[in-house]
């Protein structure tokens, strides 16, 4: 993977099955109920309004690619309730690429296996016909407590004008019987820098006087619902706006590509260091060094190129800083010829003729700092 671009690879969990998790999640108002997504903040993406559903919860972004866009849903069917095609077409119309992941709650032998209901055949007998595909992965994605119950597929991937998968697999991880299934799509997205706040050079006294401004304090009662959700709603843009203009943006320090050199050299050189085989021990080293001269080549270049863009933002119509540094640079130096002292030794190295001239302009300057010139007199009389 590069710095800047890397393949798409979405992931769905469906989460009700973290064992650490449940009392988080014992408050919720049903079996499942709640949908999200979570994106890295370096990949182009916008909020994607998802139109309004009878049954299927979603939510979805819109992935911006250098020529076209590709709409990405996160979706939850209750087993509770039914599967209506008008749901999935609400969802599948989102985009001219769309790519839907969920726990729909559908076990036809065509992806899983499991007993049949009415949802299974309505998905099965909708994608017949309509435009999209749905994928699922070969390994089960959901494993019952009970082991009387056979392992099944409810999570699922429908994709609209979109079908090279390169992988979908799932990862039996994050402790829970509900596995992460993810797919591996060779469409290319440029990553952009890395941005987070700066939180010590934040100015939270102009925090303060925004938030004093526009906060209006009262002890009035809300009387409807509605009245609150604005409140809260007001409350909360107030915040985030005041957060915005307070708090600076800092870039991150290395780029990813070098700090991943840093923490494969750090991981190679505590293999080395607990290997008693001398062989590979030696390889290992080997490596280091490898990696060692890969980061300190990018960390060169790093700070050349940042030299060159503060240089090229100072004002320079002459052209004379640049011929300074090509001289600084350069490293055919002219020699200094021999110097001859007040006590007529000479000066033949480098460091003696530096510290001569030093000692000789040092001098120059205490003879004119009392300086008594005639004309000077002249001036002043007149």
Known sequence: ???????????YWNADGVH?????LADLAG??????????????HSTLPIPTTTNLEAVGILIQ???????????????????????????LSCGTQVLVMGDLNTKHPYWSPGTLNSRDNTLYHHILDS?????SPQDPTLVHYHTNIIPSTPDLLLSKNFNHIDNICTTPTLSSNHFPFFAKFNKIITRRPITKY????????KYRQILNSNINLSSSIYKTTTEIDLAISDFQNTILAATIVVKPWSMPALPRRVKRLIQQKNRLRRYAAAENDIAVHHLLKLKVRKLQFDIN???????????SKKLGKVANPNSDLWRVIKSLKSNNF?????????????????????????DSFLSNMLLTHNWFSEEQATVDCS
């Open 198 to 205: 700066n939180f010590s050079k934040a100015d939270w006294t």
């Open 334 to 358: 002219p020699p200094i010829p021999t110097l001859k002292r007040c006590d007529g030794t000479l000066a033949t190295s480098k460091q003696d003729q530096c510290n001569t001239l030093a």
């Open 297 to 307: 080549y990018d960390l060169k270049t790093i700070h050349d190129n940042a030299w």
């Open 1 to 11: 993977m590069s710095d800047k671009n890397s393949c798409l690879q979405p992931l």
């Open 31 to 44: 079996t499942g109920q709640g949908v999200a997504i979570l994106v890295r903040s370096d990949i182009p």
């Open 20 to 24: 650490k998790k449940q009392q988080e």
């Open 65 to 91: 690619l250098p020529k076209t866009n590709i709409a990405v849903i996160s979706a939850y069917m209750s087993p509770n309730k039914l599967l209506l095609t008008s749901d999935l077409n609400a969802m």
């Open 131 to 135: 435009e999209f595909v749905i994928f």
